[in-house]
């Protein structure tokens, strides 16, 4: 079993930043890559970073330049940095992985940039 909790969104500037967090517990020995995912209202969830356990990372281009994906394996957690935010990266914000063929996704952090 893997549990995974976010945090750090919120309502935000556009131009501003947030760092979102998502902490993993449970069996973390047996994750390898984790991935961030975004949904809007009425539309599926996108994955739009990855990292591996052993840091490499993976980003849609349309946030490369903008987010950016890390980890501390120490303290299990994998962040997400968001700078120069727009209005429409307003969205739930996921964490996902996958262990043994099952996934396990947290519960969401919100995201609202006004402009």
């Known amino acids: 079993q893997v549990q995974l909790v976010e945090s750090g969104g919120g309502l935000v500037q556009a131009g501003g930043s947030l760092r979102l967090s998502c902490v993993a517990s449970?069996?973390?020995?047996?994750?390898?890559?984790m991935g961030w995912y975004r949904q809007a209202p009425g539309k599926q969830r996108e994955l739009f970073a990855t990292?591996?356990?052993?840091?490499?990372?993976n980003q849609l281009d349309s946030v490369k330049r903008r987010f950016t994906i890390f980890r501390n394996n120490a303290k299990s957690t994998v962040y997400l940095q968001m700078k120069g935010l727009i209005r429409a990266d307003t969205d739930d914000y996921y964490c996902?992985?996958?262990?043994?063929?099952?996934?396990?996704w947290g519960q969401g952090t919100q995201v609202t940039v006004s402009s």
């Open positions: 996902k992985t996958a262990v043994d063929g099952r996934e396990y």
């Open positions: 449970g069996i973390i020995s047996s994750i390898k890559t």
């Open positions: 990292i591996t356990s052993d840091g490499r990372t």
